[in-house]
């Protein structure tokens, strides 16, 4: 077990041995607290989980976010990114059951509400998706991503290969906009018209693509903008949506769940909310 | 007072070839930083053991657990952190 910094200049061993994976969970649920970050590499599976601030730690280790290192080293290209953004979208956040759309979603007990920054959300552990599956596959993502108009984005990198249209390198770059009620009908346009002119704002020379990720999480997903699609094509950005489909809310308020009938009523405090969820049973 | 020598307009060849090694660090607040740092740690002992890994002689229960900490130093010693409780708690 390490300690560390983030940069892994100082870093220290803490704990010479851990005998299994249950061991970690164990030792993180005892001592490691929501708003810790830490990792956990699974050697010989290839498998790394993560946890990032603001999860309960207990529920992160009943269904950890995990990744496989899967490192592949085929010819990248915009249309293989972008088919992996589409799995990614199917596994991890289209049910609200999944890992990721679990740590978006504020929970059954608040009716189609997100947690706070759900671009954010969304945006480190695609990214974490994307560089676990390709070798040479390089990227940035932003350091302030709320505020200032809510950028929050992925440039995705890689070295062209010879003859390739873009030299040195070809880019692409996924701008993520997620879709939610508490923003008011009025801004959905807004939000997810300003997804594709950023898009198309951060184009660079050699961007492949640009895409505006529109991830819907609003309660009435019927009207999809279609008009956006004529503005997105006369900007050359590839609009993308991705539902999430919303988890199923207590309708009626039961014993171990006492939560709001429909609408999103902050009447629960933070703690009635969370020991209903730990009642439900592990996965 | 600042040189009035005017700058070079072209990097000089092993100029380019010594930026040809540098890669970018890790972007993204701190937590994003760290955990793209143990994923490329990750990637690294993929590439340092495969041949271990081939054989089947890593044991599947093996796991390496790293934990974030802003000042390392810190955390590990006097202060009453949970990684320092745990690192008691794991020497008693």
Known sequence: ?283 | MASSAPMADKLFSDELQSLQGLEAAPSGEPPSRFVQRCQDWFEAWLDANKHPLEKGEVPASQVLMFIFAEAPDIERSGNASSQDRMTKALKA
Request: charged residues 25%; proline residues 5%; glycine residues 4%.
């Open chain 1, 1 to 283: 077990m390490i300690l560390s910094n983030e940069n892994f200049l100082t870093m220290y061993s803490i704990c010479p041995t851990i005998g299994s994976l249950d061991g970690a969970f164990q030792l993180a649920v005892d001592h490691l607290k929501s708003t810790d970050t830490f990792a956990i590499a699974q050697l010989s599976q290839r498998r790394f989980l993560y946890h990032l601030p603001n999860g309960d730690v207990e529920e992160w280790c009943a269904d950890p976010t995990a990744c496989e290192l899967r490192l592949s080293t085929q010819p990248l290209s915009a249309v293989r990114i972008v088919a992996d953004v589409d799995a990614f979208h199917e596994e991890h956040l289209r049910n609200a059951k999944s890992t990721i759309a679990k740590t978006v979603w504020k929970g059954k007990n608040y009716p189609y509400q997100l947690q706070p920054a759900p671009e954010q959300k969304i945006q480190i552990p695609l990214y974490l998706h994307l560089r676990a599956s390709y070798k040479h596959l390089k990227g940035i993502v932003d350091e302030e991503t709320s505020g200032k108009g809510g950028r929050c984005d992925i440039r995705v990198m890689w070295n062209s290969l010879a003859g390739a249209r873009f030299q040195p390198f070809t880019t692409i770059m996924l701008e993520l906009k997620v879709l939610f009620d508490a923003q008011g009908a009025a801004k959905h346009r807004e939000w997810a018209l300003s997804g594709i002119t950023q898009a198309n704002d951060y184009r660079l020379l050699d961007s492949e693509a640009v895409y505006a990720c529109l991830f819907d999480a609003r309660k009435d997903q019927t009207d999809q903008m279609l008009d956006l699609d004529l503005i997105a094509t006369a900007m050359n950005v590839h609009l993308r949506r991705y539902l999430m489909e919303p988890p199923v809310y207590n309708k009626k308020p039961v014993a171990t769940a006492k939560g709001p009938k429909k609408a999103s009523k902050p009447t629960l405090n933070k703690a009635t909310g969370k020991r209903a969820m730990k009642l439900k049973p592990a996965k």
